[in-house]
């Protein structure tokens, strides 16, 4: 079993729709991060949660520690959301553990 | 300000040479981590570098070695390449550290091919 898992592995959305991808984990973490990747690779750190909730225009993040998970929330998608988005975690013992990734198509 | 910079953005290579790649931080970030991508194992993080000291390393081979300079810039090293080390290397950079415990920014990449 990997230490992170995200779901859904593959996500397609009608623009307007609202998403949400979700991350598990089973380690101790000091922090979470959203991490959205676009075709041609650079990455973007969407979000860095240790608690709580977290909002960006349309973008919002939760992350309940007790139950090791993390929602990503896309309200009003638009084609330009579609990405891959990486849940990344920052353990306990200060090792970076990457989720295999959700990938977002945004259809008009 | 100016964002991460990597340098070369692609670069292609033959089996046992070996290649270096460059980050440049944001000005002021004084930690760096390296990170290889590829299809088959995803991201994986190889090492962070803070104030020129290596402060933690992933589970990579002895080929893979890195170091930061006093301006905070971080080369990283593959020695006697492998058609595995194909794969594309990011790197980030943030203020404080602790391998993604704080903010970071990402480069756009170097997209290294082993033939």
């Known amino acids: 079993k990997n230490e992170v898992e995200q779901s859904p592995q593959n996500l397609t959305a009608q623009e307007g729709e609202f998403i949400t991808i979700n991350c598990s984990y089973s380690v101790g973490i000091s922090a979470l991060h959203w991490l959205q990747q676009h075709p041609g690779g650079g990455i973007v750190s969407l979000f860095m949660l240790s608690s709580g909730k977290k909002k960006h225009g349309r973008l919002i993040a939760t992350i309940n520690i007790q139950e090791k998970h993390s929602s990503l929330h896309i309200t009003a998608s638009h084609p330009r959301d579609s990405a891959v988005y990486i849940c990344a975690v920052s353990t306990s013992y200060d090792k970076v553990i990457f989720g295999p990734g959700t990938s977002l198509s945004v259809i008009p | 300000k100016a964002g991460v910079t990597q340098t070369p953005r692609y670069l292609i290579k033959t089996r046992g040479q070996q290649v270096t790649l460059s980050c440049s931080p944001i000005?002021?970030?004084?930690?760096v981590s390296w990170y290889q991508q590829t299809p088959g194992q995803g991201l994986q993080f190889l090492f962070e570098y803070f104030s020129e000291t290596q402060r933690n390393k992933g589970n990579f081979p002895g080929r893979f070695s890195g170091r930061q300079f006093s301006n905070s810039r971080s080369e990283m090293n593959v020695s006697t390449l492998e058609l595995g080390d194909s794969a594309l290397y990011l790197c980030a950079s943030s203020f404080g550290t602790g391998s993604l415990n704080t903010e970071a920014f990402f480069g756009q990449g170097t997209r290294l091919t082993v033939v």
């Open positions: 000005s002021g970030h004084r930690s």
